[in-house]
């Protein structure tokens, strides 16, 4: 049995900031079935964008075919799963979450930063949002033109009642309850010893540690709400989940 749990047909389109527009209008499509939950979505947003191409970000955004199904009922393991810099999960209005980043930084580049891993400083997308070319959405394009999220995604709070943004690509929900949700991340103290030098400022994921506390969500950015295990979007690192406690659906792989 298909039922189907919200349709969003948003017929202006993203319009730029700059007034610039997106070549389609934001389609999203979520149904149940039966165990799964599927969003289809063009993956073009439902609110104002940054202009595209921009200094940080040479791509122009481009409907894509998305078509992603998660657990319904997801069920949390005792070990964490790490992620990886592709999509974690999918916002209500079928754009793509994807907090992390395949930039690492290399001296040797003109930009500061390569595929290169080598160097081991991954830069951290909210941390480096101007080199990257991030909106004031929180979000920017990739080289085939999907928009993503590296951040809470300002603009489409509103998609949907309730606290829900989103789903992991593990079923368990995402939800943004602005700063009543702490991450248990701390940027360390002093210096890099290595690679970019200079102190640590958030500009990079090897800045940050995990220390937890009283008080804070887990290392996935998850905790209880309402009586259920879910993951927050917060204000700060690491964002969103950066590692699964679930089972991550394969229809993830390579957004």
Known sequence: MTKRLVLLLAGAGAVAAAGYATAASNRVEITQRGNQICIRSNSIPNHATGQFPNRGNPHRIRAQNINVCVDANPKKTNRARGTGPGAIGIALNGVLIRPGTADYWDPRSPRGHSRDRRSGWNLEGM??????????????????????????????????????????????????????????????????????????????????????????????????LNGKYVYFATNTYPFYPRCFFGRPSPSFRGL
């Open 127 to 224: 941390g480096s949002a101007r080199q990257l070319g991030i909106d004031s959405a929180n979000a920017h394009v990739d080289n085939r033109g999907t928009y993503h999220y590296h951040g809470r995604p300002v603009s489409a709070l509103k998609t949907r009642g309730g606290t829900q943004i989103g789903y992991a690509a593990d079923g368990f929900e995402i939800h943004y309850i602005g700063g009543r949700a702490k991450s248990g991340y701390r940027l360390k103290k002093g210096s890099r010893p290595s690679g970019p030098g200079g102190k640590y400022d958030g500009s990079y994921v090897e800045d940050w540690v995990y220390v937890g506390g009283a008080g804070t969500l887990d290392q996935c950015n998850g905790g209880m």
